[in-house]
């Protein structure tokens, strides 16, 4: 039986993880580089602001507004889509 994914607890350490991933194979994708250091920033604020680990649904549910939520939405699907090079 096939195991799932480790998801760390914190959702701030897949994107921190990520990030560290992406910068250490940097070859011309700038823009997920651009879209993790972004999602970086917005889950340590939110961290700071709940005074705990964040989770995915905490970066969607404070969106303010419509266009807020399409735009992180568009950063996490940046996070999780497959690494086009391997």
């Given at each position: 039986?096939?195991?799932?994914?480790?998801?760390?607890?914190d959702f701030l350490e897949e994107v921190e993880a990520a990030l560290s991933e992406t910068a250490a194979q940097i070859s011309g994708d700038?823009?997920?580089?651009?879209?993790?250091?972004?999602?970086?920033?917005?889950?340590?604020?939110?961290?700071?602001?709940?005074?705990?680990?964040?989770?995915?649904?905490?970066?969607?549910?404070?969106?303010?507004?419509?266009?807020?939520?399409?735009?992180?939405?568009?950063?996490?699907?940046?996070?999780?889509?497959?690494?086009?090079?391997?």
């Amino acid at each position: 039986m096939r195991q799932p994914p480790h998801l760390p607890r914190d959702f701030l350490e897949e994107v921190e993880a990520a990030l560290s991933e992406t910068a250490a194979q940097i070859s011309g994708d700038h823009r997920r580089f651009a879209a993790l250091e972004e999602l970086v920033g917005v889950c340590r604020q939110l961290r700071r602001d709940l005074g705990r680990p964040v989770n995915v649904f905490d970066v969607m549910r404070t969106a303010q507004g419509d266009a807020e939520r399409q735009r992180r939405h568009e950063l996490i699907c940046t996070l999780r889509e497959p690494d086009s090079r391997g």
